[in-house]
């Protein structure tokens, strides 16, 4: 009876840690390691579009988190989006979001439906202000220096930087899946240990 109480027990945290390990995995496009108070600002760009070229690093594609900055009363104004697939030069996804709904500073999500097979190809993510001016809207923090298998333009104008932009891939994550058993494994055995030793 014991026996099978510890066999049940392990199936069911191996299902709430497959469970658990189904996460929102992000990818840095940017140098993380630079010190973010190098990063630089688009500014509320009111005419015409940011558009940060990068390659994917995973095999689907289910939207992307930026650092935004929020300007002045941005109650009326809305975030236009889309994907780009360079490859077939056409939008794949797209998606609005009212600026209000935007924390300043914070990485805001930008969802779309999932993109398949998406590893190693080359997209282009592109924001859009509507309804701002100079003095309300959205810019987006980038820091001034270009990754490798990126291209920052802002209004037209290649710009020498990179977005502070991850992919976002919902998927079953190993890394995380491990070390949530190596933690539940940890505790068990601490807990036994000190069972034994107070017994």
């Given at each position: 009876m014991k026996k099978l109480k510890?066999?049940?027990?392990?199936?069911?945290?191996?299902?709430?840690?497959?469970?658990y390990a189904h996460?929102?995995?992000?990818?840095?496009?940017?140098?993380?390691?630079?010190?973010?108070?190098?990063?630089?600002?688009?500014?509320?760009?009111?005419e015409?579009?940011?558009?940060?070229?990068?390659?994917?690093?995973?095999?689907t594609l289910d939207g992307?988190?930026?650092k935004v900055q929020v300007i002045g009363d941005v109650r009326d104004v809305r975030v236009k989006y889309r994907l780009i697939d360079n490859q077939l030069g056409q939008s794949v996804?797209?998606?609005?979001?009212?600026?209000?709904?935007?924390?300043?500073?914070?990485?805001?999500?930008?969802?779309?439906?999932?993109?398949?097979?998406?590893?190693?190809?080359?997209?282009?993510?592109?924001?859009?202000?509507?309804n701002a001016d100079e003095n309300r809207g959205i810019g987006i923090f980038f820091q001034p220096m270009t990754q490798n298998?990126?291209?920052?333009?802002?209004?037209?104008?290649?710009?020498?930087?990179?977005?502070?932009?991850?992919?976002?891939?919902?998927?079953?994550d190993f890394e995380t899946f491990a070390v949530l058993l190596v933690f539940v494994v940890y505790t068990v055995v601490f807990m036994k240990f000190l069972y034994r030793l107070f017994r």
């Amino acid at each position: 009876m014991k026996k099978l109480k510890n066999v049940i027990g392990i199936i069911i945290v191996l299902i709430l840690a497959f469970v658990y390990a189904h996460i929102a995995k992000p990818n840095n496009i940017y140098d993380k390691k630079v010190d973010n108070s190098e990063y630089l600002s688009t500014g509320v760009v009111c005419e015409g579009v940011i558009e940060q070229r990068f390659i994917c690093a995973e095999d689907t594609l289910d939207g992307v988190k930026a650092k935004v900055q929020v300007i002045g009363d941005v109650r009326d104004v809305r975030v236009k989006y889309r994907l780009i697939d360079n490859q077939l030069g056409q939008s794949v996804a797209e998606g609005e979001v009212s600026a209000a709904e935007i924390k300043p500073s914070k990485f805001f999500e930008f969802s779309f439906d999932t993109i398949n097979d998406a590893r190693g190809k080359e997209y282009t993510i592109v924001f859009e202000n509507k309804n701002a001016d100079e003095n309300r809207g959205i810019g987006i923090f980038f820091q001034p220096m270009t990754q490798n298998g990126t291209e920052l333009t802002i209004s037209g104008n290649r710009t020498e930087g990179t977005l502070i932009l991850k992919t976002i891939t919902d998927r079953f994550d190993f890394e995380t899946f491990a070390v949530l058993l190596v933690f539940v494994v940890y505790t068990v055995v601490f807990m036994k240990f000190l069972y034994r030793l107070f017994r």
